[in-house]
């Protein structure tokens, strides 16, 4: 034990005298916090959208003072013809052109049925869905209001209104919803980064064998390597929501206690991970390369901008090894949602055996030899 | 030349006679390529959802049933009330709570409008907007269904939406150019500054400047493998993307290619300018990681459309690369676009490779200097 004390008050010297370090235990959460939050989001302000209008009458005229009312849409131009408003797709000017034939206005008159045509920039697939559904609202309230002037009833054409409302966050703000996520990701490069390079380093400049030499434990340098790392995760895990919480002021529903005790369970499986990927790599480029690979996997299948229920069956049960899934999951619930220990107690449960199957791979791989 | 030669073989050996550099080189392109192919997907399905039906009539059985045949929800429990959602929502079994209100079918054919809630969990930001629009565009299916059962003299205006240059709606038309892009940072800038810090701290570099080998020499040699292997990179990236998708490039190969050569020769005077600049491997992945992998991911519109940003993370995205080989990617790629509509992109990136290499070299040549000494 007395060894152990030792070689932590090495451990943290060495922290505390290499400038780089030290910089980067408190850039790192600031400028994650500070780039990531405000950066990540899905969150569509305005459409822009051109309008070719071919029939010139009232009618279409007051179609598009609809749209462009709309806060959702952005008249930005007014082609000519059809190559010209496909153009404006191609350039990247318009997300969406409207096109309205020249007998619009006769249809409306009840002549031919009324058409409108859209042309609708799709490489993002999830917007063009969505704008497609906002401009066939606006069209259908346009058709209703127009058939109900006309005097028919209303109850001849149904509408049904939806009334969205949203819990937890009641703005939809994406900065409630990255916030949690990028508190992971955090942890997850602090203690993984940190800790593995600083396995490695030891290993690359060849200190590890003067220690390799000395009677201390194979435990007690594990432990003196990993602690270090997990009291500065917590710290910087501190730090991050400090930031959150003052520059974004995103609330926070749930036990604190509940939130640290589950990311200190999470940083375990994570420092067992960069435990075992030292034992991988003899150089802190290959470290860098190996960490970077799994990390990536990790992080991106985690469901950090994406719903995991929409992955297929493989990708989700791929989830089950990945602590990542499981951190996110709770941190979203407890620090918005306010959910207590029985709501997270099964992710919980299972992280804390992931953890522990984690680090008791890693000390077994870990050899204390060069 | 012989001797620059023989160098860069050295380089090549350095490079495939590890293989964790090669999980970089082709690992990570071919990962990437199968999560946002196969796994990642930025739509929903099967969204699980209660509805609390208080109307319990034909029309809400019909929505309910329409709701849940639809691929975007799965309907998972028949709530009692409306203190059943809070628990519920805690658990996180369900996105959302549909409430219908009591007097629903009633009002609907009588009075011709009815309102349901939405009730959807807003911690998870961007599912709640979806469910929005799905469950919105599922009622507005169904109500204009009625329209057409109840009326035939009025107009019913026929909207019809063509879908460009991603008819089925596809979402790695979005990621393939950033995968891409992040690869080329990743292989050019990131590896090519390691590597040479790497060789300046552990002192192998002054034996690299005391060989008969001139300074360009070296950089040349270090950095061409990473050139060819960027390149080697590309295609293959390519290739997946048309034989694990079927995402053939729609415009000029020969453009995209030169534009990826162009990137890489970019992204390799900035690794050089890192290199300089640092003297510590630690350091080199610092400034790399900070510098380069945070805006190709974030502000490239990789994923996250810029446009939607704060502002200011738009005005900074202009002095960043990935923003603009992004957008040369897509045009080339997915809309099939020529040299016309990309030549102001491919300007700026010219003039930021111009101004890299011209940092680097005259960088390059203090610490030179300072090595000899």
């Not at chain 1, 396995?199 to 007690?220: A, C, D, F, S, Y």
């Not at chain 2, 003297?279 to 080199?284: F, G, I, L, R």
Request: net charge neutral; proline share 4%; glycine share 6%.
């Amino acid at each position: 034990m007395k060894k152990l004390m030792f070689l932590l008050r090495k451990e943290f010297r060495q922290i505390r005298r290499n400038p780089f370090m030290a910089r980067a235990i408190i850039a790192v959460p600031i400028l994650q916090m500070l780039l990531l939050v405000p950066a990540v989001t899905f969150e569509m302000k305005h459409i822009d959208l051109a309008v070719d209008d071919n029939d010139h009458s009232p009618s279409s005229a007051e179609l598009i003072t609809r749209l462009s009312g709309s806060s959702f849409f952005r008249l930005v131009a007014t082609p000519d013809n059809y190559s010209q408003a496909e153009g404006l797709l191609f350039s990247g000017k318009a997300d969406m052109v409207l096109i309205i034939p020249d007998d619009f206005s006769e249809g409306m008159a009840g002549a031919t049925t009324p058409r409108l045509q859209v042309l609708n920039d799709a490489v993002n697939a999830t917007t063009a869905q969505l704008s497609w559904s906002y401009l066939t609202s606006v069209v259908r309230d346009y058709n209703r209001d127009v058939i109900i002037d006309r005097g028919a009833a209303p109850s001849a054409i149904p509408g049904i209104n939806v009334s969205p409302r949203f819990w937890y966050n009641p703005t939809l703000d994406y900065k409630y919803y990255m916030l949690p996520g990028v508190l992971v990701i955090l942890i997850t490069a602090i203690g993984l980064m940190m800790c593995g390079l600083n396995l490695v380093r030891e290993k690359e400049t060849g200190t590890i064998e003067q220690i390799n030499v000395t009677p201390v434990m194979k435990w007690e340098l594990i432990a003196s390597k990993v602690i270090p790392f997990f009291i500065i995760g917590l710290l910087d895990l501190a730090l991050g929501l400090t930031i959150g919480w003052i520059v974004f002021n995103i609330p926070f529903e749930g036990s604190l206690l509940l939130f640290f005790a589950c990311s200190a369970i999470f940083l375990v499986a994570v420092l067992g991970m960069a435990l075992f990927f030292s034992t991988l790599a003899s150089s802190q480029q290959q470290f860098l390369f190996v960490a970077f690979f799994f990390v990536m996997i990790f992080i991106l299948m985690s469901g950090i901008f994406t719903p995991t229920e929409s992955m297929p069956l493989w990708a989700q049960q791929f989830n089950w090894f990945n602590p990542v899934a499981y951190l996110m999951r709770i941190n979203r619930m407890v620090m918005l949602k306010g959910s207590g220990f029985t709501d997270i107690s099964r992710d919980m449960g299972l992280l804390t055996v992931l953890a522990v199957a984690y680090i008791s791979i890693a000390i077994r791989a870990y050899r204390k030899r060069a | 030349m012989k001797r620059l030669m023989a160098f860069i073989r050295k380089e090549f050996l350095h490079i495939f006679r590890d293989y964790r550099t090669l999980i970089i080189l082709f690992g990570i392109p071919a990962a990437q390529i199968l999560i946002f192919g196969y796994a990642v997907r930025t739509d929903l399905t099967n969204a699980g959802i209660a509805v609390l039906d208080n109307a319990h009539d034909e029309i809400t059985a019909e929505l309910i049933t329409k709701l849940d045949a639809s691929e975007f929800f799965d309907v998972k429990y028949h709530l009692d009330s409306y203190n059943e959602i809070d628990p519920a929502f805690k658990k996180g079994t369900i996105k959302a709570a549909i409430v219908f209100p009591g007097d629903f079918g009633a009002r609907l054919t009588r009075e011709g409008s009815a309102a349901v809630s939405i009730i959807a969990d807003g911690s998870e930001a961007n599912n709640a907007n979806l469910i929005v629009g799905y469950t919105t565009a599922i009622l507005n299916d169904y109500s204009a269904g009625l329209t057409k059962q109840v009326t035939s003299s009025v107009p019913v205006i026929n909207a019809e939406v063509r879908m460009f240059f991603n008819p089925n709606l596809k979402s790695h038309f979005m990621f393939v150019p950033g995968i891409i892009t992040l690869i080329l940072i990743l292989t050019s800038a990131l590896m090519t500054s390691v590597t040479i810090v790497r060789e300046k701290e552990f002192g192998s570099m002054e034996i690299l400047l005391v060989s008969p080998l001139r300074p360009w020499q070296i950089i040349i040699g270090k950095v061409a493998p990473y050139f060819f292997l960027s390149l080697v990179d590309v295609i293959v990236i390519l290739l997946m993307a048309w034989l694990v998708f079927g995402l053939p490039v729609q415009g000029s190969v020969a453009l995209l290619i030169a534009e990826c050569m162009l990137y890489i020769l970019l992204g390799l005077s900035i690794g050089i300018l890192v290199s300089t600049s640092a003297n510590k491997m630690e350091n080199a992945i610092f400034i790399s990681f900070i510098a380069l992998m945070l805006p190709t991911l974030l502000l490239s519109g990789f994923i996250f459309p810029i446009e939607n940003m704060p502002k200011v993370y738009d005005y900074v995205s202009w002095f960043l690369p990935p923003r603009w080989f992004v957008e040369i990617i897509r045009s080339i790629m997915i809309k099939g676009t020529g040299f016309v509509f990309i030549w102001k992109e491919t300007m700026i990136l010219v003039i930021m490779t111009l101004f890299f290499m011209i940092m680097s070299a005259r960088r390059f040549k203090i610490r030179l200097e300072e090595g000899e000494k």
